[in-house]
């Protein structure tokens, strides 16, 4: 909270034990501790499992709501729910993408701790007390916003509609007006409540008790004290901590570079493409899955949940550094390529259109993927898979040959009673970036030729 912060704090209080907020406010007020230079703390902080912040963007204000232009370090996101995205992020362990994109400072992104808040999408409403959602709230109050705590099981924090004109000032100008105020600064402010600070002494700082008199703006940075804040919260950044620097996308999904991954075990976190209901604002996750080259690089797909937001590392354990930074991601990529079919299959003898098509991944991290066939020939039959470099299309054995010479044979196999199989084919070493095609032939005596033929499927060989 920023303005008469003490009593703000008594209020959510208030709130969440369901008193009478006046009264509550009173007595709260008249048992304020002494104030000590520099940051306080509650004594608590956010572990591995509330990271997790949304938005439920219900601001009222068309100022709160005015900006349209895109930023590449918070991508999917304008008007309010980009203005605060950009607040809580600052406290970030290292700058969110570039960091460089709020004109009012040098990097967003300042904290160095051990910390780092995961954007988890818009929200539909705004939660309980313990659902980590930011929202506006009804209403007119001598305060802006406030944060409810305790903080251990999750917060939320509400900005008052009235009298406050609430802007999302992307070039750090407000709309004219003394209730003019700057989302961003105060969203920066009250999610270093959410984090486990309260107000500092020290005048300047983004967790100073008072009220700024450029409508917030100078809060969108935080200070040294605010640093050291949570720093004592959370740790100093450590040299081991998760980290994510890049990430490409390759066929077939995305490759995360960065470090201190774990060998067998990351869980990859997305953002939420549409919008979430309740309390729960867990992250589109990905569980269980490795990492090559010494725990710099992990290859997955983004599920078809996920939408531009954040990416997060997660490998097994419960320290701060357990967890990476947030890292800016749009999974809406037309480079993205899974193995795609092609091709007819030739008609069986049975009346089927035989078949061939993928169900996992070609990753080289897991050695294998899946190819399932279906021919409609009963009674178990020879069948082989073989596979080129390159695709073609011409007439064969009554059907159509999709894959171009040199052939190999992959696999020779029966197919079960019922004409199909299901094929765990291996990656070739030293083939990642690399494109194949398969097709599948099997032996149909009732049929032209005394053979089937499937349609193909292409594969491109991942990390
Ligand atoms: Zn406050």
Redesign the pocket.
């Known amino acids: ?2 303005n008469k ?1 003490p009593y ?2 008594a209020l959510s209080r208030a709130v969440r034990a369901g008193l009478p907020t006046g009264a509550a406010i009173l007595a709260l007020g008249l048992l304020l501790p002494a104030r000590s230079e520099g940051f306080m703390v509650f004594g608590d902080r956010l572990d591995l499992s509330q990271r997790d912040f949304r938005i439920w963007n219900n601001f009222s204000d068309p100022e709160a709501n005015s900006n349209s232009t895109a930023d590449p370090d918070f991508p999917g996101a304008l008007g309010a729910e980009l203005a605060i995205w950009k607040g809580v992020a600052e406290w970030g362990s290292q700058p969110h993408g570039s960091g460089r994109t709020d004109p009012t400072q040098d990097e967003i992104g300042s904290g160095a701790s051990n910390f780092d808040a995961f954007y988890s999408g818009l929200a539909g409403g705004p939660g309980n007390t313990n659902g980590n959602i930011i929202s506006e709230i009804p209403g007119s109050l001598f305060i802006k916003a406030y ?1 409810e705590i305790p903080i251990r099981d999750g917060w939320r924090i509400r900005f008052y509609q009235d009298p406050w004109v609430w802007n999302d000032a992307p070039d750090g100008i407000l709309s004219s007006g003394p209730d003019a105020w700057d989302l961003q600064g105060v969203a920066c ?2 999610f ?2 959410a984090l486990g600070l309260d ?1 500092s002494a020290v005048p300047g700082s983004t ?1 100073h ?1 008072s009220s700024p008199t450029d409508g917030g703006i100078s809060l969108r940075s935080i200070e040294a004290d605010d640093i050291a804040g949570i720093q004592s919260i959370y740790g100093v950044r450590s040299a081991t901590k998760v980290q994510i620097q890049s990430y490409e996308f390759i066929p077939g999904g995305v490759r995360i570079l960065g470090s201190g991954f774990h060998p067998t075990n990351n869980e990859i976190w997305f953002t939420h493409a549409a919008a979430t209901t309740g309390s729960d604002g867990t992250p589109v996750q990905v569980m269980g899955v490795p990492s090559g080259g010494g725990g710099t690089r992990i290859f997955v797909a983004p599920p078809a949940l996920s939408g531009p937001g954040d990416l997060m590392v997660r490998r097994p354990g419960r320290d701060p550094e357990d967890l990476s930074n947030a890292f800016p991601f749009d999974p809406n990529s037309p480079l993205l390529a899974p193995p795609l079919t092609y091709g007819l299959g030739k008609v069986s003898s049975a009346g089927i259109q035989a078949s061939l098509d993928w169900t996992s991944l070609p990753s080289e991290a897991t050695g294998s993927f899946e190819l399932t066939c279906l021919t409609g020939i009963v009674g178990g039959t020879p069948a082989i898979l073989f596979s080129g470099p390159h695709r073609t299309s011409l007439p064969a054995l009554g059907g159509t040959l999709l894959v171009a010479r040199p052939l190999a044979r992959d696999q020779v196999l029966q197919l079960d009673f019922f004409g199909t199989a299901n094929l765990s084919v291996p990656v070739p070493a030293g083939m990642i970036g690399v494109t194949r095609y398969y097709q599948l032939w099997f032996k149909d005596p009732a049929s032209s030729f005394g053979s089937g033929l499937t349609n193909a499927v292409q594969v491109t060989f991942l990390p």
Request: aromatic content about 0%; glycine content about 8%; overall charge neutral.
């Open positions: 909270m920023i912060l703000q704090r944060t402010h009250e270093g409540h107000h967790m008790a």
